[in-house]
């Protein structure tokens, strides 16, 4: 009888010790989807993806990142942990997801029926017809107003071949056909211009730019 106390002394210290392990790690929450304006979104305000903003300069990938978990955990991520040189996905909850790009638009839109921000790895491509930056991740941006999106022609670009650029996809055209995915059906938060003056700015995903090649998901684990 006289190692009861200390055992129940030490399974206290072990559930406490399990309890702070589990509060220290990213909650997997998920958000709802709903359609704003034509574009099947996960739900999130607005003002708490305004409250990040714009990245820091090669912080494409933290950003982003930011921009996953505030989703799905409903208040404004800080990032802290989350960058060593690169961001850090798995302080996130997030891990790598590659495949071809029928099998990666495949994974970005049962990701968004399941709640969960994707992280994207965009590359530049040549677009026709244009007099500068032929070379792009993206063409529109959706500015939201209070009777819906004005679309506005802004050109995204990787400044970097060898890196490429992150974004973190929030919703797709509620019209797309899920068995004929196309890049151009998926908008996205990019960090290069979340905030156009102060006002929620959407990105939409131009064709040829999933770097399938290098690392093109992050979903969350």
């Not at 494409?60 to 040189?85: E, K």
């Not at 590659?98 to 638009?105: E, Q």
């Not at 156009?196 to 684990?221: C, D, E, F, H, I």
Request: hydrophobic share 40%; proline share 5%; glycine share 10%.
């Amino acid at each position: 009888m006289q190692t009861a106390a200390p055992l129940r002394r030490s399974l206290a210290a072990l559930f406490l010790a399990l309890a702070l392990v589990l509060t220290a790690l990213p909650r997997a929450w998920a958000a709802g989807l709903q359609n704003s304006y034509g574009i099947q979104m996960l739900s999130f305000d607005p003002a708490q993806i305004l409250s990040i903003g714009n990245q820091a300069p090669g912080q494409c990938s933290l950003y982003a990142l930011r921009y996953a978990r505030t989703v799905l955990d409903g208040t404004p991520c800080s990032g802290a942990g989350m960058w060593s040189g690169g961001a850090v996905w798995s302080a996130a909850g997030y891990t790598d997801f590659s495949g071809d790009l029928s099998t990666c638009l495949n994974k970005i839109y049962t990701e968004l029926a399941a709640g969960h921000p994707v992280i994207v790895h965009l590359q530049n491509t040549t677009v026709s017809g244009v007099s500068k930056h032929t070379n792009r991740t993206s063409t529109e941006e959706y500015h939201l107003t209070g009777s819906g999106w004005q679309v506005v022609n802004y050109p995204h670009i990787s400044t970097s071949a060898a890196y490429g650029h992150w974004v973190c996809v929030v919703g797709y055209d509620a019209s797309a056909d899920p068995a004929h995915l196309q890049e151009s059906d998926f908008f996205a938060l990019d960090p290069a211009r979340v905030s156009a003056g102060g006002t929620l700015a959407l990105t939409r995903l131009l064709n040829g730019t999933v770097w399938t090649q290098n690392s093109p998901l992050k979903v969350l684990a």
